[in-house]
């Protein structure tokens, strides 16, 4: 059998497209292939994996690679569902090259074998954003106007937002069409910026795609049961339930999703006020989980959203149904945190009137989040003035008064506010080149830097990224690429080396899922069964994990990691370990010799720390080739 992947490029400038077959001689699947492309054409890439279309449960993500705008690195972001649709096209990869002369959106469809329809076509774009339901959402209405009656399919629709146009942290949205009806579940490819990186280096603000293509995509129930019969002594669909559990709905804990777990278990690890908890006792910090987040921010999400099973997929039959949703608002973790407990919020109608403005205007959530409440306490702290950010009012934080609904509101409206000065430019905010580098250019005569209360991990001279939301020390590794879980983020306590060389292995434990396009939410068979899956069908194992591993290895050749610039980024990591030894009392010598280094000078200790997780990093990470 003769494998390859199958690349449509085009070129937005001129509408020239053509494509082009990559063998399996070198590249297996959208992520090494699309760094390859990056690296060649400094191309926007989307593309799935061999198993999309297949039986196999979360194969059908869609993967895109590019030069990161924010990140200012190779880059590496996903979306849902997304990936079922594009294997209509009978394509594996689509590549952007070259700019659109005006903002457009790109049209592909494909009838029954005949070639593929390509359309570049020009849009009002500002007016349409302005319009309707707003930003992502009013550009999808006009797209699917546009096109959609040209479908025979659903057709699924990629677009972007006013963030992308002004900002370097902007995503791409996506929600699946289902007869003929858009749905309100949100998919995103939101770290990374590549909806910045769309709009700004190819001047296409939306893609639509579909068809009705066939593929001999591997639906072998029985093959399939009995591959996991022998690994796990469980069938697929079995095996599938109980690593999803999590996602779904977790009995031992009566809740679900990564919000409801997440929250359920938190305890005195809970972030808030732009991560000013850490500096709290445990104490202080479990009543805020108790009285903020238990019986109230969780309990509203139990109650509406898991008692009221309000759940869907991202597009693709699944039955993790991790879309947890309140009608149109859809309940992640990470989003719901930077834009909830982060930025003071603790009230699901507060949380959900930030979450949907960030979204209608089409930003990475979490980088969004993490600015927003930066820029909250540097308000409250009169380190910027109103004036300055264009807003009418400072954030209420006061813990001890803290009125749960009212302050909640008020600390979101103030969000909004925020946004909208950011798109617009008010005061001193211009973000184009991203918020490292503004804080730089505007920490002149002020008594400190304003990035000193930036929790963010800093690459190359200007690039940045606000971590994933968990209080671990591997959040703030000097990865490769970090937003994404290319690192561990377990809360236990481990050697920085050690810890540096367990990143390492998890970059390339998710690097197998991201190159065959697998959810990381079926990481708990994915990983260790599809290698073999590989072996079975193409007879590729050995070639193919022997790709992930110079993956791994080119990323890392490109790594240009920062030390900590932040003082509140060494004051995360110092907490943590105290907390560690204080609270969860964990006995190894090791970390009580750690927490007297940053003790002694939390500089040096920081440092001492940073460079041997980097070590482990390299250590792992060798050239192999």
């Known amino acids: 059998m003769e494998l390859h992947q199958r690349v449509l490029f085009v070129d937005p400038s001129t509408g020239f497209y053509k494509t082009r077959k990559y063998g399996f001689d070198r590249y297996f699947g959208p992520a090494d292939l699309g760094i390859h492309l990056v690296e060649k054409y400094r ?146 490819a939101g770290r990374g910026g590549l909806g910045s990186a769309m709009v700004q280096n190819h001047g296409i603000v939306a893609v639509i795609f579909g068809g ?86 969780l309990r509203q999400f139990n109650e509406e959203t898991i008692a009221a099973k309000q759940q869907a997929n991202c597009g693709e039959p699944c039955v993790a149904v991790c879309k947890k949703m309140n009608g149109e608002f859809k309940k992640d973790y990470e989003p719901y945190q930077t834009m909830g407990p982060l930025c003071g919020i603790f009230d699901q109608r507060a949380a959900e009137k930030l979450n949907h403005h960030c979204d209608a205007m089409g930003f990475d959530a979490i980088s969004c989040g993490g600015v927003l409440a930066w820029l909250m306490e540097l308000l409250l702290e009169g380190n910027l003035t109103m004036e300055e950010l264009g807003v009418t009012r400072i954030p209420k934080w006061d813990v001890t008064n803290f009125d749960i609904i009212a302050d909640s509101m008020h600390n979101a409206e103030l969000g909004c506010e925020l946004i909208d000065s950011i798109l617009e430019r008010h005061g001193i905010l211009d973000f184009r080149e991203g918020v490292r580098k503004w804080s730089r250019t505007n920490s002149a005569g002020r008594q400190k830097p304003l990035s000193e209360s930036l929790v963010y991990i800093a690459f190359s001279r200007r690039g940045w990224m606000v971590p994933n939301q968990y209080w671990v020390a591997g959040a703030l590794s000097p990865m490769t690429i970090m937003g994404k879980y290319y690192m561990v983020y377990s809360n236990d ?40 899956v590989m072996g079975s069908l193409y007879d590729r194992k050995v070639q193919f994990l022997h790709s992930i591993n110079v993956l791994a290895s080119r990323l890392n050749s490109r790594n240009c990691p920062v030390f900590w610039e932040s003082e509140r980024n060494i004051d995360f990591v110092h907490t943590f370990l105290k907390r560690k030894m204080n609270v969860d009392k964990d006995p190894n010598p090791e970390l009580v010799a750690w927490v007297e280094k940053f003790d002694r000078d939390k500089l040096e200790g920081a440092k001492e720390f940073w460079y041997e997780m980097l070590k482990g990093i390299d250590e792992n990470l060798l050239e192999l080739y």
Not at 90 to 100: E, T, Y
């Open 43 to 188: 191309s926007l890439n989307f593309g799935v994996g061999i198993f999309a279309g297949s039986i196999f449960p979360g194969s059908n993500r869609m993967v895109m690679t590019a030069y990161s705008p924010c990140w200012q690195g190779y880059y590496i972001s996903s979306m849902g569902g997304a990936g079922l649709v594009f294997n209509n096209l009978g394509i594996n990869m689509l590549s952007l090259v070259g700019k659109a002369p005006a903002p457009s959106v790109i049209y592909l469809n494909r009838n029954h074998g005949e070639e593929i329809e390509v359309e570049v076509v020009p849009i009002h774009l500002e007016s349409v954003w302005e319009s309707g339901r707003k930003g992502v959402y009013s550009l999808t209405d006009q797209v699917y106007q546009m096109f959609g009656s040209r479908y025979e399919n659903d057709p699924r629709i990629l677009v972007t937002g006013p963030a992308s146009l002004h900002t370097d942290i902007g995503g791409i949205m996506s929600v699946p069409i289902i007869k003929r009806k858009i749905s309100s579940v949100d998919t995103w």
């Open 212 to 297: 009705t293509f066939i593929d001999e995509d591997f639906r072998d129930k029985k093959v399939a049961d009995e591959w996991f019969q022998n690994k796990y002594n469980l069938r697929l669909m079995h095996k599938d339930l109980e690593t999803t559990s999590k996602y779904r709905y977790d009995e031992k804990i009566g809740t679900g999703g990564t919000f409801g777990v997440n929250y359920a278990t938190m305890g005195g690890r809970i972030m808030a006020f732009n991560y000013r908890t850490v500096f709290q006792s445990e104490e202080e910090r479990q009543s805020i989980h108790k009285r903020f987040i238990l019986d109230h921010y």
């Open 493 to 532: 306590f481990l050697s920085p080396r050690e810890l540096g060389k367990k990143c390492a292995e998890r970059l390339k434990k998710e690097l197998i899922l991201d190159n065959l396009g697998i959810c990381r939410f079926h990481r708990g068979w994915a990983e260790e069964l599809l290698p073999d």
